[in-house]
């Protein structure tokens, strides 16, 4: 199979970049998809130890992966303690 790709590669090197962006895409996709995995806390893996790992969450605690114009370190609690 890979016996293939490798001669229309050489054969059509303007299949290179095309291979490359979609390797590079699906590769990112994969690690955003483990990175919503490990780090959410809506995921829960341990659900005896810690069956809700959201109320740990303390209110200056980034779990997103970008904000735009939020500093996350001057918030205060404003929520009751469970």
């Known amino acids: 199979m890979l016996n293939v790709v490798a001669k229309q590669l050489r054969s ?8 490359v962006f979609i390797g590079g895409g699906a590769t990112m996709s994969v690690l955003y998809l483990c990175r919503l995995a490990l780090k959410n806390p809506e995921c ?3 659900r ?3 069956p809700e790992p ?9 779990y997103k992966l970008f904000s735009v114009n939020m ?3 001057k918030l205060k609690k404003d929520r009751p303690d469970f």
């Open 12 to 19: 059509h090197p303007a299949l290179i970049p095309l291979f």
């Open 44 to 46: 829960s893996w341990d």
């Open 48 to 50: 005896t130890n810690n």
């Open 54 to 62: 959201w109320n740990k969450l303390g209110p200056n605690d980034q």
């Open 71 to 73: 500093d996350y370190s």
